[in-house]
Each structure stands twice: as structure tokens, then as C-alpha cells.
């Protein structure tokens, strides 16, 4: 059983980088079978896609943030990572990681989440 | 990108009655569509996938149905702890994956 868990500030400033990573236990990061990502929820809206990667370092961008992402991989460390720059108070929302299986991504496995808040 | 329609966006229901919630793609998906279910300060928990398809552990008054373009949750009859919002999402075409915006089960 995968488990998952966000770990990155609670609270950026406005133009700064919001950066998370996501450590993972009870599998590996280098399996054939899961892609990894990210997704967000805004105070009482729903769920958005950020991104996905997978092991190889081939990404998925969701094309409205494409410009101010990057998602990478850590092999040696187990873990994945989310860099949004140039973040404004539309960015405040709780990141969720994720993964999901290769061959047919839906949800299995979420991390509690973390609420980012963009303010000065 | 798909778009994904929930309806309604709130639903009102008594315990122990059937509540019948709906989704819609904006292109065909196939069976390729899950269901989660969120409650206040949780993550998603997956409930459906592949339409129909129970995930492990999730009790068996919960069911899905649908394809193409239509898809159905169906909650048998409704306990206490299924009052939650509950979010449809398409993995048939991506990147992106979308979800649905979502319907709040609420007590009638």
C-alpha cells in the first residue's frame, strides 16, 4: 500500500516560488507501474490537475499552468516534487500528491494534502 | 480537454433513501471513470472506477453505472457518514485529467 504525504511552506509570498515534495513509502518511485502528481483544491471549489510524472522524468502539464511548473523526480530520495512560480493569491488552495496506475490513471492513493497560502 | 458536468450540484436526502447522481463528458470516455468521495478536511477517497468497478473496501451500496458520455452514482440507501461531496473524473483522454465541479449529498 503506497502512502503518500506533502510536506512544503503553508505560506508564500505573491511573484515567489511555491515548492512541495512528496516522499513515498511502501513502493518505489523507479516502478513501471504508477505515474505521480499533483493536484489542487482551492477553499470550496474542486479539484484540479496540476501534473504528472513518471519515473523516467516524462511530464504532463496542465496547459493553464504549464508556463510556471515544474514536476521532477527524486530516484535517490523516493520522492517527487511541485515548483510553481510566480504565484499569485489564485494559487492558495490545498495541494494534494498523487499517484496513479500507468496504464489507467485514476486515484487510488492521495497524501492528506497541505493548504498553501499565497499572501504577503 | 473534457469537460465533466455533475448534476445536481447539491442533493437534498433523507437516511435510508436512494440518491441518484449524474455525470456527464463532453466526449465520449468510454467506461473510463472514477468516483471519489470527500468529506470536510479529508483527501478524495476513490470509490468507483472503470464505471462500475467497487474499489476495495467500499461497501456494496455504492454503485456506478454508464458510458460513452453518461455515467450514474447510485447510493442505495444512505447512511450518516455517506453525506460528503462526491466527484466524477475522466481518464480516458489525457493529459489533462478533469474532474466533474461536484455534488454535496446533504441532509434532507
Known amino acids: 500500500q503506497l502512502q503518500l504525504q506533502e510536506s512544503g511552506p503553508g505560506l508564500v509570498k505573491p511573484s515567489e516560488t511555491l515548492s512541495l515534495t512528496c516522499p513515498v513509502s511502501?513502493?518505489?518511485?523507479?516502478?513501471?507501474?504508477?505515474?505521480w502528481g499533483w493536484i489542487r483544491q482551492p477553499p470550496g471549489k474542486g479539484l484540479e490537475w496540476i501534473g504528472s510524472?513518471?519515473?523516467?522524468?516524462?511530464?504532463h502539464y496542465n496547459p493553464s499552468l504549464r508556463s510556471r511548473l515544474t514536476i521532477s523526480v527524486d530516484i535517490y530520495k523516493n520522492q517527487f516534487s511541485l515548483n510553481l512560480s510566480s504565484v499569485s493569491a489564485a494559487d492558495t488552495a490545498v495541494y494534494y500528491c498523487?499517484?496513479?496506475?500507468?496504464?489507467?490513471?485514476?486515484?487510488?492513493?492521495w497524501g492528506q494534502g497541505t493548504l498553501v497560502t499565497v499572501s504577503s | 480537454e473534457i469537460v465533466m458536468t455533475q448534476s445536481p450540484a447539491t442533493l437534498s436526502v433523507s437516511p435510508g433513501e436512494r440518491a441518484t447522481l449524474s455525470c456527464r463528458a463532453s466526449?465520449?470516455?468510454?467506461?473510463?471513470l472514477a468516483w471519489y468521495q470527500q468529506k470536510p478536511g479529508q483527501s478524495p477517497r476513490l470509490l468507483i472506477y472503470?464505471?462500475?468497478t467497487r474499489a476495495t473496501g467500499i461497501p456494496a451500496r455504492f454503485s456506478g453505472s454508464g458510458s460513452g458520455t453518461e455515467f450514474t452514482l447510485t447510493i442505495s440507501s444512505l447512511q450518516s457518514e455517506d453525506f460528503a461531496v462526491y466527484y466524477c473524473?475522466?481518464?480516458?483522454?489525457?493529459?489533462?485529467?478533469?474532474f466533474g465541479g461536484g455534488t454535496k449529498v446533504e441532509i434532507k
Open positions: 510524472i513518471y519515473y523516467s522524468g516524462s511530464t
Open positions: 473524473q475522466q481518464y480516458n483522454n489525457w493529459p489533462p485529467l478533469t
Open positions: 498523487f499517484s496513479c496506475d500507468s496504464g489507467r490513471c485514476f486515484v487510488p492513493f
Open positions: 472503470d464505471a462500475s
Open positions: 466526449q465520449r470516455v468510454n467506461r473510463n
Open positions: 511502501g513502493g518505489s518511485i523507479t516502478s513501471s507501474s504508477y505515474f
